[in-house]
């Protein structure tokens, strides 16, 4: 088996991974790995933007307050304040690597345009139009295409971590790498490095449907977990009120931000509702308003809600919303004169691998950032644009504290065992691979969505182990693809979701179920933590 050596491997080229990549790579070689195309990420097709205090009649006091509020009691207060008042530095650094924010014309003040979005109680979104991620990408991309320290490899897909416990003499245990599928051409190689990075954001695929594009598969919490590296309050799914209703409309989302301009969220004969739910209406924060059109739709038995923005001129939304507006249109939605219809959708992984600000885990040798990570800044409940934010700040704080971190050259000589095929062959069995794929995650839509009920996590509990099982065993009999690893990384974060939210006898944030309806705080409320040891995780 092929061993690749590095200073420092990263895995994702999001937002999180890329901003790492430049930093790290002052100081040593970078190999990130990214198991498809380089753009292709969650980052890529993030819409509102970040949030950021910028506003000369904004405070660090009004977001942290905001941010407190979203996450339902459950946020580490200093996290909070640690990354929202570094955020100013963060975006310069941005705006330094050639990144520009949307600005206000002249006349009208000058300035960036700052969005709003739901549970912000000012105006602090900095964005690039609705086509934010994508402007992150391209400009963080072509600065590490100038990078001759970093080395980036497409369709390279990361199996699972190597960590010294499975490897005799080699002292405490820590983490020293990656075996790699490469899926093109089916090779399986390792990445030697005493650093290794989880970039490797969220897994809306767990879920019927997301907002996520295909990539989000929950692979860094998924290998994590197998590796014994606790992982947190998986039971906070944010699903995201508005994504576009359409049969050929594969995951688009209407940005919040449209909210954040007027548009008001109303049922088939155009009444507007949410007022029924909160003062806030269509911006209360999110955990609010999914939860409210769920219910409108099941009472009235609705397909779906509508957004209402016909009363902005064409052209404004034209300038401030071009993506939307044309791939709306291209559905035959012309969102300056028709309702556009909206579902919730699975969105946003407030939980993950537990991880400081400086993006330590408990695992030595392991780091994780971005969406992947747990840090406390989310709580509950994620506030709109802040993920960007923190993947932001916190690439930077860890990449500090790993150009501290003396290199160990014992690493670069540890003994990598080859991959074990076993008596593996090719599957010839790809419906069942299709099959268990499609269960995964029709019965987290169905069981264990926005609504939960104790009978229903247990009915989901008793499939993903059953499903589990079955998927290990396929994963045992055949070469490993893309798709299998896939699949067995749904069904593990899909167990730890059920079993976190099992746990958590109350309602809060994100984690709504009918059988605790009320949120308590006495005794105080509790992180869910999910610490196995390696190799016990079925
Ligand atoms: P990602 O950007 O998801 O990158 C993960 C990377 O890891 C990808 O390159 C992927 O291919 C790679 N990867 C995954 N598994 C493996 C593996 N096994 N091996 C190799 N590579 C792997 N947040 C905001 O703050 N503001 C917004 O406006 C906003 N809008 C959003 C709109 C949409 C449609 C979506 C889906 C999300 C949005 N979010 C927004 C959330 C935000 O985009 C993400 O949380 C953030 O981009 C995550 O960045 P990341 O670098 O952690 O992960
Ligand atoms: C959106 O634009 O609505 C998404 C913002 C986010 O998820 O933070």
């Known amino acids: 088996m092929r061993i690749v050596d590095t200073d420092y491997l990263i895995i994702g080229s999001g937002i999180a991974g890329l901003v790492s990549a430049l930093k790290l790579s002052k100081k040593g070689k970078v190999i990130i790995c990214t198991k498809k195309q380089r753009a292709e990420s969650n980052t890529n097709y993030a819409q509102g ?9 904004d405070t660090f006091n009004d977001h942290i307050k905001d941010t407190l509020d979203a996450g339902a009691g459950l946020c580490n207060v200093e996290v909070v304040t640690k990354i929202i008042s570094e955020g100013p530095e963060r975006i310069a650094d941005l705006e330094k690597l050639g990144l520009h924010f949307a600005e206000r014309s002249a006349e009208s003040g000058g300035g960036y345009d700052l969005g709003k979005e739901g549970g912000h109680t000012k105006r602090r979104v900095l964005h690039a139009g609705d086509i934010t991620g994508r402007k992150i990408e391209e400009v963080l991309l072509d600065r590490i295409h100038a990078d001759s320290n970093i080395r980036i490899k497409e369709h390279t897909m990361a199996i699972d971590l190597i960590t010294t416990s499975w490897l005799r003499g080699a002292g405490s245990n820590r983490c020293v790498g990656a075996y790699m599928l490469n899926t093109s051409e089916g090779e399986i190689f390792a990445v030697r490095a005493p650093v290794v990075i989880l970039a490797t954001g969220g897994g809306g695929k767990v879920y019927l449907y997301t907002s996520n594009p295909d990539i989000a598969t929950g692979d860094g919490m998924a290998m994590a977990w197998r590796a014994g590296v606790p992982i947190k309050n998986m039971e906070f799914i944010q699903f995201h009120p508005t994504c576009l209703f359409h049969p050929q409309a594969k995951s688009f989302l209407i940005s919040e931000a449209v909210r954040g301009e007027g548009a008001k969220l109303v049922d088939s004969a155009g ?34 809600v509508y957004l209402d923005i016909r009363h902005k001129p064409e052209d404004y939304l034209l300038a401030r919303f071009p993506n939307i507006y044309a791939t709306c249109l291209k559905f035959g939605i012309n969102m300056a004169k028709d309702l556009i219809p909206v579902v919730p959708a699975a969105h946003y992984f407030c939980g993950g691998v537990e991880a400081g600000v400086d993006g330590s885990t408990a695992l030595p040798g392991l780091f994780a950032v971005g969406e992947v990570a747990c840090t406390g800044l989310h709580g509950a409940n994620r506030l709109a644009s802040n993920s960007l934010l923190e993947a932001v700040v916190c ?25 074990q095929y076993g008596a593996a062959v090719p599957s010839d069995e790809s419906i069942v691979v299709e099959h268990n794929w499609n269960e ?17 996590l247990e009915r989901a509990w008793r499939r993903i182990r059953n499903l589990r099982q079955e998927i290990r065993q396929y994963y045992m009999d055949y070469l490993v693809t893309a798709d299998i690893l896939e699949l067995r990384n749904i069904a593990d974060i899909a167990e730890l979701i059920v079993r976190s939210a099992m746990d958590r006898k109350e309602s809060r944030g994100l984690q709504y179920t009918l059988d605790y309806p009320d949120r308590k ?11 196995d040891q390696p190799g016990s995780h079925l």
């Not at 933007?49 to 009649?57: E, K, L, N, S, Y």
């Not at 690439?395 to 991959?419: C, F, N, Y």
């Not at 995964?440 to 229903?456: P, Q």
């Open 440 to 456: 995964v995650r029709t019965c987290m839509w169905d069981y264990v969505g926005i609504v939960r009920t104790d009978k229903r």
């Open 521 to 531: 705080d006495s005794p105080p409320p509790h992180e869910t933590v999910i610490a």
């Open 271 to 304: 009444k507007s509702f949410m007022e029924k739910y909160d003062a806030r209406g269509a911006l209360a924060p999110r955990d609010i308003v999914a939860r409210a059109i769920d219910s409108e739709m099941k009472s009235k038995g609705a397909p779906c």
């Open 49 to 57: 933007g970040i949030a950021c205090v910028m506003a000369a009649t």
């Open 395 to 419: 690439a930077h704080e860890m990449s500090e504290k790993i150009l501290k971190i003396k290199l160990d050259t014992e690493d670069s000589r540890i003994a990598i065992p080859d991959w």
